[in-house]
């Protein structure tokens, strides 16, 4: 296996608005395409629970639909099935009276060595080579801003107040914004996708020395979730992880 994900409440929340996918395709050489994502909804009473189930649907029903190539334009798919999960989110929500309805998503798709990536909120994916890590996306967040504009630090901004005030959210609106990245793989890299309730009290540094001192699996991803559960679990957790061979 070369895909592992896992999920938890968390010990605050009274339910999981998180939600995370993986699948392998073959593409049209025969070789395996790599698919994952983590999504954490928002918008309360079932409503983020319900955005990030769509989003994570919509957007692998695009790329299983689209044959997988050598000429295949990858990033333009990625924001194609973003904005179609946002209209159908979007739509979901006018109908429910619901105007706050949204949700993050972090989507990596691995396909000839390169890892692309596709990103809305503040979700996180990060790659670790070489005994460092990268953290590859930025957070469309009030904080994120604040972070990188030099008006507080990343250790400042994980206990900020207003960590949760996101700037960008698959849902939100009509029209989503979504940050594109592409990456040469190495063998031997791990792509770690997680949402904010491993990074809202785990540290980058603590979690560079959990994949360095771990062997990629399953206890490597509950050993992630019992660390932010260990700083009091406030928020629901997930982690995705992806070994590249």
Same mark, same amino acid.
């Given at each position: 296996?070369?895909?592992?994900?896992?999920?938890?409440?968390?010990?605050?929340?009274?339910?999981?608005?998180?939600?995370?996918?993986?699948?392998?395709?073959?593409?049209?050489?025969?070789?395996?395409?790599?698919?994952?994502?983590?999504?954490?909804?928002?918008?309360?009473?079932?409503?983020?629970?319900?955005?990030?189930?769509?989003?994570?649907?919509?957007?692998?029903?695009?790329?299983?639909?689209?044959?997988?190539?050598?000429?295949?334009?990858?990033?333009?798919?990625?924001?194609?099935?973003?904005?179609?999960?946002?209209?159908?989110?979007?739509?979901?929500?006018?109908?429910?009276?619901?105007?706050?309805?949204?949700?993050?998503?972090?989507?990596?798709?691995?396909?000839?060595?390169?890892?692309?990536?596709?990103?809305?909120?503040?979700?996180?994916?990060?790659?670790?080579?070489?005994?460092?890590?990268?953290?590859?996306?930025?957070?469309?967040?009030?904080? *994120?801003?604040?972070?990188?504009?030099?008006?507080?630090?990343?250790?400042?901004?994980?206990?900020?107040?207003?960590?949760?005030?996101?700037?960008?959210?698959?849902?939100?609106?009509?029209?989503?914004?979504?940050?594109?990245?592409?990456?040469?793989?190495?063998?031997?890299?791990?792509?770690?996708?997680?949402?904010?309730?491993?990074?809202?009290?785990?540290?980058?540094?603590?979690?560079?020395?959990?994949?360095?001192?771990?062997?990629?699996?399953?206890?490597?991803?509950?050993?992630?979730?019992?660390?932010?559960?260990?700083?009091? *679990?406030?928020?629901?957790?997930?982690?995705?992880?992806?070994?590249?061979?």
């Amino acid at each position: 296996m070369r895909v592992w994900g896992a999920t938890d409440r968390g010990l605050v929340r009274q339910q999981n608005e998180d939600a995370f996918s993986h699948f392998v395709l073959s593409g049209a050489g025969g070789e395996e395409v790599y698919f994952f994502a983590v999504a954490d909804g928002m918008g309360g009473l079932e409503a983020g629970e319900v955005a990030s189930f769509i989003a994570l649907r919509d957007i692998g029903r695009v790329v299983k639909e689209e044959p997988l190539g050598s000429s295949t334009d990858v990033p333009s798919l990625l924001v194609r099935a973003f904005c179609e999960a946002n209209r159908r989110i979007y739509e979901v929500g006018c109908g429910r009276g619901s105007g706050s309805m949204g949700t993050t998503v972090t989507a990596g798709l691995v396909m000839g060595g390169t890892l692309y990536i596709g990103h809305v909120g503040d979700s996180r994916a990060y790659r670790f080579t070489g005994n460092s890590l990268e953290q590859l996306t930025e957070d469309h967040s009030l904080v *994120g801003q604040m972070v990188r504009n030099g008006e507080i630090t990343e250790t400042e901004a994980m206990g900020h107040p207003r960590r949760n005030i996101l700037t960008h959210a698959l849902g939100a609106r009509p029209e989503c914004l979504v940050q594109r990245v592409e990456v040469q793989l190495v063998p031997g890299d791990l792509v770690l996708l997680c949402t904010d309730g491993l990074t809202g009290v785990v540290s980058s540094e603590e979690i560079s020395c959990e994949l360095r001192d771990r062997a990629p699996g399953d206890a490597l991803l509950h050993s992630l979730i019992d660390k932010a559960k260990g700083r009091g *679990g406030p928020d629901n957790i997930t982690v995705v992880l992806y070994e590249h061979q």
